[in-house]
T-cell receptor, first 116, second 117 residues
Framework: AQSVSQHNHHVILSEAASLELGCNYSYGGTVNLFWYVQYPGQHLQLLLKYFSGDPLVKGIKGFEAEFIKSKFSFNLRKPSVQWSDTAEYFCAVTPYSGAGSYQLTFGKGTKLSVIP | DGGITQSPKYLFRKEGQNVTLSCEQN?????MYWYRQDPGQGLRLIYY???????QKGDIAEGYSVSREKKESFPLTVTSAQKNPTAFYLCASSIGRFGGRASDEQFFGPGTRLTVL
């Protein structure tokens, strides 16, 4: 079974600092990759996704992520964070089978606190 | 407005009682899922259903049961056999097997926080 590792449990940044959240997965085949965000009191929503093609994907609110296949990584980045980015971020992976795998595996999440 | 609704938002039950959590979607999705979220644990899959009248156990199905009688609905019952039922429960849906690669993108409801006293 695949697993997902998020390196940081809690990250604290000042506004305008750059952000990089690490995500590594263990699965040798083709994968679909996702980052979800959970703002305080809100439901989980999709930030960005990678299926195929350009390994640098852009999502909502200025976030981007880079898929590095050789490193089994899908790190999330943002050049300049805002207080409103305070949330919990989840990396998720599923093996791609063509017919839907129904087995989305989540990392344990990284809490981001942005100080004004 | 398409989406997933879960009710209620907060639920309290006494130990030893079964409780059923509601999940309804109007996205016309074939697949539906139940996850449990605990602090520092991420989301763990309880059950999923690829299509009406079919469902499969996830990683932590013990003490839970589901039904899928309608495409729109996927209720989860937390039984008295679940040893640690207090948690945040999330329902999700996806297009399903005819969605190609997009079939793996899941959409989430607002969640139900269950507290067992």
């Amino acid at each position: 079974a695949q697993s997902v590792s998020q390196h940081n449990h809690h990250v604290i940044l000042s506004e305008a600092a750059s952000l990089e959240l690490g995500c590594n997965y263990s699965y040798g085949g083709t994968v679909n990759l996702f980052w979800y965000v959970q703002y305080p009191g809100q439901h989980l929503q999709l930030l960005l996704k990678y299926f195929s093609g350009d390994p640098l994907v852009k999502g909502i609110k200025g976030f981007e992520a880079e898929f590095i296949k050789s490193k089994f990584s899908f790190n999330l980045r943002k050049p300049s964070v805002q207080w409103s980015d305070t949330a919990e971020y989840f990396c998720a992976v599923t093996p791609y089978s063509g017919a839907g795998s129904y087995q989305l595996t989540f990392g344990k999440g990284t809490k981001l606190s942005v100080i004004p | 407005d398409g989406g997933i609704t879960q009710s209620p938002k907060y639920l309290f039950r006494k130990e030893g009682q079964n409780v059923t959590l509601s999940c309804e979607q109007n996205l016309n999705h074939d697949a539906m899922y139940w996850y449990r979220q605990d602090p520092g644990q991420g989301l763990r899959l309880i059950y999923y259903s690829q299509i009406v009248n079919d469902f499969q156990k996830g990683d932590i199905a013990e003490g839970y049961s589901v039904s899928r009688e309608k495409k729109e609905s996927f209720p989860l019952t937390v039984t008295s056999a679940q040893k640690n039922p207090t948690a945040f429960y999330l329902c999700a849906s996806s297009i399903g097997r005819f969605g190609g690669r997009a079939s793996d993108e899941q959409f989430f409801g607002p969640g139900t926080r269950l507290t067992v006293l």
